[in-house]
């Protein structure tokens, strides 16, 4: 029985390098693509997080903006093709949960930049790896309405937080991104002389 599971463990697999294929469909893929892209989906998070401690009408905007931002960068990405930018990828980290760890108070007209901002470079880069134009623009819809999804839970989960302790936990979250986004800063440099 053993000997079996060790041979089925041993059996190579496709690999696919950027856009994940489920088998579903193009929407799913891009459901799926979001949910297992770490360097969109934590800073998508931490941002959920700063909406959350700016309070309800922060995450309202970013809730609509974010996704439309990453489909017209996912849009100009298809079109015009990029290289991928582990800096940025850093740098997204680093802000956003240096943000949430700070519990900064952000303006609201600065929030949505920062959202339209942040939606568009993922978009552009996550476009970029698209091949085919006709399911792509299927695959962006799924991706953004993953994106809305996740910035509606996780923003959700930390507005009615009160207790001093459950906002501290959120702070010290935006840390620990903020400290990924230094150490993927400091990788991406190190090659750089």
């Not at 599971?5 to 041993?10: S, T, W």
Request: with cysteine; charged share 5%.
């Amino acid at each position: 029985m053993w000997r079996t599971l060790v041979l089925a463990a041993c059996v190579p697999l496709p690999a696919a390098a950027h856009m994940p294929t489920s088998g579903l469909g193009p929407v799913y893929d891009g459901v799926f693509h979001l949910l297992l892209s770490p360097e969109d989906l934590i800073p998508l998070i931490a941002l959920a997080l700063l909406c959350g401690q700016r309070g309800a009408p922060f995450a309202r905007r970013t809730l609509w903006v974010v996704p439309l931002a990453w489909f017209a960068g996912g849009v100009a990405g298809i079109l015009a093709g990029a290289a991928h930018a582990i800096a940025f990828d850093g740098a997204s980290f680093l802000l956003l949960g240096g943000l949430v760890a700070l519990n900064a108070n952000v303006p609201l007209a600065l929030m949505t930049a920062l959202a339209a901002l942040f939606g568009f470079f993922h978009g552009y880069m996550n476009g970029a790896g698209i091949i085919r134009i006709n399911d792509g623009i299927f695959m962006l819809l799924g991706l953004c309405a993953a994106v809305c999804l996740v910035v509606a839970v996780f923003a959700s989960l930390v507005i009615p937080l009160r207790r001093p302790w459950t906002l501290i936990a959120v702070r010290v979250a935006g840390s620990w991104i903020a400290a990924s986004g230094l150490l993927m800063l400091g990788w991406s440099l190190h090659g750089v002389r």
